[in-house]
């Protein structure tokens, strides 16, 4: 049987909280997820780890969720989905993703982990994410807060 050697100090445990600035980022793989909330509803969506390409954080990982289970996720969401795509987030750019991208399949199965074709399309794709630091309100910790998104490139 092998032997792993484990050094628990090399390893992350704690979430890197990047100062507030523009950053280009990958994307990672996408993966479903279902939870519940604090109020006790399901909570689901698609997670990718985001990893910042230049500057000093370059290599640097970012957990980023893209939320489903209500009109305003979704909402949200599509920013980030149309400006992974190249689309600009205006009504051109939204007119340009609904006929490019909304036919894609963009079907999740949470209990699997899997994603719809769409999803797998934005893993690897560049974005140019606006990053602060706020505050948990729950816990009073920092938190990354993700204020906009940006074409790498435009389609």
Same mark, same amino acid.
């Given at each position: 049987?092998?032997? $792993?050697? $484990?050094?628990?100090?090399?390893?992350?445990?704690?979430?890197?909280?990047?100062?507030?600035?523009? $950053?280009?980022? /990958? #994307?990672?793989?996408?993966? /479903? +997820?279902?939870?519940?909330?604090? @109020?006790?509803? =399901?909570?689901?969506?698609?997670?990718?780890?985001?990893?910042?390409?230049?500057?000093?954080? @370059?290599? !640097?990982?970012?957990? +980023?969720?893209?939320? #489903?289970?209500?009109?305003?996720?979704?909402?949200?969401?599509?920013?980030?989905?149309?400006?992974?795509?190249?689309? !600009?987030?205006?009504? &051109?750019?939204?007119?340009? +993703?609904?006929?490019?991208?909304?036919? #894609?399949?963009? /079907?999740?199965?949470?209990? &699997?982990?899997?994603?719809?074709?769409?999803?797998?399309?934005? &893993?690897?794709?560049?974005?140019?994410?606006? #990053? =602060?630091?706020?505050?948990?309100?729950?816990?009073?910790?920092?938190?990354?807060?993700?204020?906009?998104?940006?074409? &790498?490139?435009?389609?």
């Amino acid at each position: 049987m092998p032997r $792993y050697n $484990y050094d628990p100090s090399t390893a992350t445990a704690a979430q890197e909280i990047f100062p507030k600035d523009d $950053y280009e980022i /990958s #994307l990672g793989t996408p993966k /479903s +997820f279902i939870r519940q909330n604090q @109020k006790g509803e =399901d909570s689901y969506g698609v997670r990718f780890q985001l990893t910042i390409e230049d500057g000093a954080y @370059k290599g !640097k990982h970012i957990p +980023f969720t893209c939320y #489903l289970h209500s009109e305003g996720a979704q909402s949200m969401t599509k920013r980030f989905q149309m400006a992974v795509m190249g689309c !600009k987030s205006n009504q &051109a750019g939204e007119a340009e +993703f609904n006929e490019q991208f909304g036919p #894609l399949d963009w /079907s999740i199965d949470p209990e &699997a982990g899997t994603c719809g074709e769409g999803w797998s399309k934005m &893993a690897g794709a560049r974005v140019i994410a606006t #990053l =602060d630091v706020g505050k948990n309100t729950q816990t009073g910790d920092q938190q990354q807060n993700f204020k906009s998104w940006r074409p &790498a490139v435009t389609a």
